[in-house]
């Protein structure tokens, strides 16, 4: 009587009182259930109950092969055929407690992203982005990091002046970066073609700001004053969403560790594994979300603009009063601001969605490569969880997040081969959009229904692809489950997690230089 207490109590009771009858009832000759059940209702499991009970060795309901030793394994046929090989939905509390628990907390996660101030539209683009084609969106962020620090360190090295003073310079350069696309594009000038680097912006600055002999006394200086206030004003313009974004993080991580802790000191049920396991899933969005306040973003696009082209008529009054040929640095036209902001989500007002950016060769494969270790470090942790989760093996859950992998690889490929065929900006985006969408819907309808029961059948319970014809379901999962809850699972969680924070880590070390608004407001306290 080793495995009565799977028994619903009325079950137990009757069997107590009136084995004989009850037996004859459970006996295969009367045929299968009319309704369809779940693996882990006991109005399925009673028949396998009774008949291990009869009989632990009857080959034509249990798998008495090597794994899972001393545990009733019920074959996946005889489960078919007692309780039917359908999907049959949770309980709707269970669906509510899903999505109130897992749900909400990734959609605060993505709400910590750092999106650009250019309305709610554009946002909900980006954030489909993000989930639809991570591996680019951190590059994207990744490669602004990197250009920022290249500026930092060409105007240390040519414009032989001090450290702040360089990185004020440079700050200016990284605020002109997108506004520079933005004209370009506006002018119909193709941006595959060039170095987003701003080389053409970088040589004129760097050639009125570079000491020279016969510049007149004061004029480099007061063009470098007027860099350094345009620089202040910069850094006061910037939205700091380092708290929101850090509390985002850790209210996504401490969800995924008080789902461990409930385990282990309170209900059990067979979903606790697949559960975590996709959670774990989108785990990806930690260092995408943190890197996105890295990069940081202006309170309003307008605030940059607007100190940009005070900046430029300094430049044209300090040039004017030296007797010196007026050199144009920071160039705008003038279109309506609603026609730049909507052309600015195509060129790079987005930092999430910069098609066009480029780095040094070598660099910029070495990005898309740390880019893509987020998402494939969070598959990994999702397919180990469902794999070892009972029964152990390849099933339903475990192709479909390898699956979410290779969609999100095949839709960075197609973001890559888009942007080298289309050069204009806001047809790009136009595509790159249609594209997110063919991929965001399926996949959010997936998750979602995989919450409310789309893997609940048999079939997926047994990981029929690793087992075949010998697949099984154990016929009580909790003591299993309980134990991996304990060290296996939570071991490859912590194991991703802190991998993913440590990564952030490396790159805020790297690109510490690419910081530079950051590294200003810390030298203007």
């Keep these: 009587m080793k495995y009565f207490h799977l028994l619903d109590p009325p079950v137990t009771m009757h069997l107590r009182l009136r084995p ?20 882990d209702d006991p109005k399925c499991t009673a028949f ?27 074959l996946l046929s005889a489960m078919i055929q007692r309780c039917r090989g359908i999907p049959i939905i949770y ?85 002109y970066d997108e506004w520079e696309d933005c004209m370009k594009a506006a002018d119909n000038v193709p941006l595959g073609d060039h170095n987003l680097a701003g080389e053409g912006t970088y040589n004129a600055l ?17 063009l470098m004053g007027a860099c350094m206030a345009a620089a202040k004003e910069l850094v006061d313009s910037r939205a700091d969403g380092l708290w929101k974004t850090s509390l985002g993080v850790l209210n996504y991580v401490a969800v995924c560790i008080l789902a461990f802790l409930r385990t282990v000191v309170g209900e059990v049920n067979t979903r606790t594994g697949h559960t975590i396991a996709f959670a774990m899933l989108y785990t990806f969005l930690i260092p995408g979300v943190l890197i996105s306040a890295m990069v940081g973003e202006f309170a309003t696009k307008r605030s940059s ?19 010196r040929p007026s050199i144009t640095v920071f160039r705008f036209n003038n279109m309506p601001e ?18 066009y950016q480029r780095c040094q060769g070598r660099e910029m494969v070495a990005l898309r ?61 136009t595509w790159i959009r249609v594209k997110n969408l063919v991929i965001f819907i399926p996949q959010c309808a997936i998750y979602l229904a995989a919450f409310c029961g789309l893997f ?48 952030v880590a490396v790159v805020a070390w790297v690109y510490r230089r690419g910081r530079l608004y950051g590294m200003l407001d810390n030298d203007l306290e």
Aim: with cysteine; proline share 6%.
């Design 338 to 355: 609603s026609e730049l902001y909507q052309m600015l989500e195509s060129v790079g007002g987005n930092y999430a969605f910069r098609p």
């Design 305 to 323: 603009r607007r100190i940009l082209i005070r900046l430029q008529k300094q430049f044209d009054s300090i040039q004017k009063r030296h007797e």
């Design 91 to 175: 309980p709707r509390s269970d669906i509510y407690a899903r999505i109130a628990g897992w749900c909400v907390p990734l959609f605060i996660l993505i709400g910590s992203f750092q999106y650009a101030a250019l309305g709610i539209r554009n946002a909900l683009f980006v954030a489909v982005h993000l989930l639809s084609d991570p591996c680019t969106t951190i590059f994207s962020l990744l490669a602004k990091l990197a250009n920022d620090k290249a500026r930092h360190e060409t105007c240390r090295k040519d414009l032989r002046r001090s450290d702040h003073e360089c990185r004020s310079v440079a700050a200016i350069l990284s605020a």
């Design 369 to 429: 490569i740390v880019a893509a270790l987020p998402v494939l470090m969070a598959t990994i942790c999702a397919v180990m969880i469902s794999y070892t989760s009972p029964t152990r093996g390849i099933g339903c859950r475990s192709v479909l997040q390898l699956l979410f992998f290779a969609v999100w690889v095949v839709s960075a490929i197609l973001t890559n081969l888009l942007s080298r065929k289309i050069k204009r900006p806001a047809t790009l985006w």
């Design 20 to 39: 004989l009858s009850v037996l004859a009832s459970l006996h295969p000759t009367s045929g299968t259930l009319p309704d369809a059940y779940s693996v």
């Design 48 to 74: 396998f109950f009774v008949q291990w009970v009869l009989n632990p060795h009857n080959a034509t309901f249990f798998y008495n092969g090597p794994e899972y030793r001393d545990q009733p394994k019920i």
């Design 206 to 222: 760097s050639q009125l700001l570079a000491p020279s002999q016969d510049i007149t006394p004061g004029f480099s200086d007061e």
């Design 456 to 503: 609940n059948s048999p079939q997926c319970w047994s990981a029929q692809i690793s087992h075949g014809s010998k697949a099984f379901i154990l016929l009580d999962m909790k003591p299993e489950i309980r134990a991996l809850v304990k060290k296996t699972w939570p071991t490859l969680a912590g194991c991703v997690l802190g991998a993913q924070l440590l990564l």
